[in-house]
């Protein structure tokens, strides 16, 4: 059974961390979460992006917070992506294969996969 | 909604935006029914607003904030033959005593019962996005139950956030050990 006993341990192997996490985010990783998301299959979205985040070590560089409503539901799940002095990424219509290709590729590798962004939809 | 798990996820979104610091998630199940409440303290919603969070029609023109949340939901109640009620105080009613109850019933047997599907994501989705706040989920079924309560965990781990990934895995760890073994 998973024990406060092993969440006390947590606590004291994060402790040292915790400062050195707030503020350090190259990227800022934004899932919107309103009724749109959550219906077009944003959880999956967002928890693949969490786990392999920290899966590939970049907790301390990315963040993966959640929004409301983007206001382009027809495009849902979407995924921005925030990088301090770049043009915001909109990714549109992720799943949890596209969400790992994205960490992966975008903010492992710094490459952008264009085919899953807004603009390389066709309206 | 596939799951009523998502469901939970999207009212109780509304709980947190309502600036609620601590929302009550409770499944009680039977053979027949399955009964979701959820109760925030949150800033709750005047009679006007109440009267009309169900309608989507008429809620999506005038208050933004509310949408298609509650009116899926009630829907999925009443397609299996139960029903959903609200209540409400605002806190310009009552500064002190303030918040919102959502109650939903489901005939389990019926054929459009929307399935639970995986509510320990919900509760781990949620805690990820609002580590701040706090969150008691209990999901009791005959005489057997499952519950988490992030004041608890949140004692134990002093200023250790609780979306901390270690963290958010041992809840989600914890959730489903607990269900194996109920």
């Not at chain 1, 970049?58 to 983007?70: E, F, H, M, N, P």
């Not at chain 2, 999207?10 to 309502?18: G, L, P, R, W």
């Not at chain 2, 009552?94 to 054929?111: L, M, R, S, W, Y």
Request: aromatic share 6%; proline share 2%; glycine share 6%.
């Amino acid at each position: 059974m998973k024990s406060l006993a092993e969440l006390q341990a947590i606590k004291e192997k994060m402790k040292n961390k915790v400062v050195l996490r707030e503020g350090t985010g190259d990227y800022r990783v934004v899932v919107g979460m309103a009724t749109c998301g959550i219906a077009a299959g944003a959880r999956p979205v967002l928890n693949t992006l969490v786990e392999e985040v920290n899966n590939s070590g970049l907790a301390d560089k990315i963040t993966v917070s959640q929004t409301g409503c983007i206001g382009i539901c027809q495009y849902e799940p979407v995924v921005e992506v925030f990088e301090a002095g770049k043009e915001k990424v909109t990714y549109v219509k992720m799943d949890a294969d596209k969400a790992k290709r994205v960490v992966e590729e975008h903010l492992k590798g710094g490459k952008v996969v264009a085919e899953y962004t807004i603009s390389a939809q066709k309206v | 909604m596939k799951e009523l798990s998502l469901n939970i996820l999207d009212i109780t979104e509304n709980s947190v935006k309502a600036g609620a610091s601590l929302t009550e998630i409770f499944i009680d199940e039977s053979d027949e029914k399955l009964v979701l409440t959820i109760i925030d303290n949150g800033c709750g919603m005047t009679d006007e607003v109440l009267k009309t969070v169900t309608d989507p029609f008429y809620t999506t023109r005038t208050t933004r904030k509310v949408g298609m949340g509650l009116p899926l939901l009630k829907m999925e109640a009443e397609q299996t033959g139960g029903r959903l009620s609200i209540t409400s105080k605002h806190v310009s009613a009552d500064a002190d005593n303030h918040g919102t109850t959502v109650c939903a019933e489901f005939n389990k047997n019926h054929i459009d019962f929307t399935p639970l599907g995986d509510v320990v994501s919900t509760i781990t989705t949620l805690i990820q996005g609002h580590p701040d706040t706090d969150f008691f989920y209990r999901h009791s079924f005959d005489v057997k139950e499952v519950s988490l309560d992030t004041r608890e965990l949140r004692a134990v781990l002093d200023d250790v956030p609780l979306n901390t990934f270690e963290v958010i895995k041992w809840i989600e760890d914890n959730l489903k050990e607990q269900y194996l073994e109920a």
